[in-house]
């Protein structure tokens, strides 16, 4: 028989561990690498493991585009690469939606920023990133 709960959490405030964005920055011009979310972690809380990130983005693919990486880096479009899809095959013209995850174990101390990019292969025009989350847990 399994033991019974004896606390619980409904007293305990946990929001600070919990941060999202949810705006969209930019769009990728060409197949630029580009921010397209931006997010600054509240890692002053006390860090056991690191953080947890989730990046997702509805887009349509520029003219000529075959294939999109969406990434979650530290900092800025240079920074260390936290997570990436990969490329996965797009196509001109669609809409998609795309989504990575990652977690980061070495998180700076104080207001980690975490940025989510995209890039399409190929691309000879801008795409057009339409809605984002970037969101991050506090472990």
Request: glycine content about 8%.
């Amino acid at each position: 028989m399994p033991i019974p709960i004896e606390v619980t959490a409904a007293q305990i405030d946990l929001g600070q561990r919990f941060d999202r964005s949810v705006a969209v920055v930019a769009s990728p011009a060409l197949a630029a690498e580009t921010i397209i979310c931006t997010l600054t972690a509240n890692t002053d809380e006390a860090i056991t493991e690191g953080v947890d990130l989730d990046g997702w983005a509805a887009y349509t693919v520029g003219t000529s585009g075959t294939a999109a990486t969406l990434r979650i880096r530290q900092t800025n479009v240079s920074g260390t690469v936290v997570a990436t899809s990969g490329a996965v095959t797009r196509t001109a013209g669609q809409l998609v939606e795309h989504s990575v995850q990652g977690f980061d174990a070495a998180p700076a101390l104080t207001g980690q920023v975490y940025v989510l990019t995209l890039q399409v292969t190929a691309g000879a025009a801008a795409s057009t990133v339409s809605a984002t989350k970037l969101s991050a847990m506090v472990i």
